[in-house]
């Protein structure tokens, strides 16, 4: 079913509206994959905050026409789904784990900000830790001399108390 002017610039604008907070866009060709295979996939892609689509090239190259991501409009060949993500590694890591299992899906390329990745990139950039798992990293270090100087604090009063009861079990058994 073709659309018609008016649900094609409701499309192109619903996609540019996303590209514009986009820091990544993975594109992937989705040839010999069935129903279920992709319901799971945008299950997936849902959980991880990635907007994923089948979209006609001509409507993506339109909504990406003065973005940053200008430079993609090269690859957009065949049928292909498109991988939207406000976080850098999320479109690239769910396309990529989804690939493993699913040999019919093949990562095409795809774009950062200004920087245009070939199936390589992607596959080198779904293979970093995500931005949560860098803040948890983060976190943990920081957390980590503040635990230290609390149990060395603690220690002081143990010890005071592990030398009372010392005392009163030898004065006990004598």
Do not use: H
Not at 116 to 137: F, H, T, W
């Amino acid at each position: 079913m073709s659309l018609n002017r008016q649900e094609k610039a409701l499309v192109i604008e619903e996609v540019a509206g996303q590209v514009s907070n986009a820091q990544s866009i993975v594109i992937a060709e989705y040839r010999g994959l069935d129903v279920a295979s992709v319901t799971v996939l945008r299950k997936q892609a849902r959980e991880s905050g990635v907007y994923l689509r089948v979209l006609k090239n001509t409507l993506v190259r339109r909504a990406i026409a003065d973005t940053s991501f200008d430079g993609l409009s090269d690859q957009l060949v065949g049928p292909l789904m498109y991988a939207i993500s406000e976080d850098p590694v999320a479109a690239a890591k769910t396309l990529a784990d989804f690939a493993k299992t699913n040999p019919s899906l093949v990562i095409k390329g795809g774009a950062m900000p200004n920087s245009i990745l070939d199936e390589a990139g992607v596959k080198a950039l779904a293979s970093m830790p995500s931005r949560d798992e860098l803040l948890a990293k983060l976190l943990g270090t920081m957390q980590a001399p503040i635990a230290q100087f609390v149990r060395t604090l603690n220690e002081v009063p143990t010890k005071f108390v592990r030398g009372l009861a010392a005392v009163r079990d030898q004065k006990e058994s004598a």
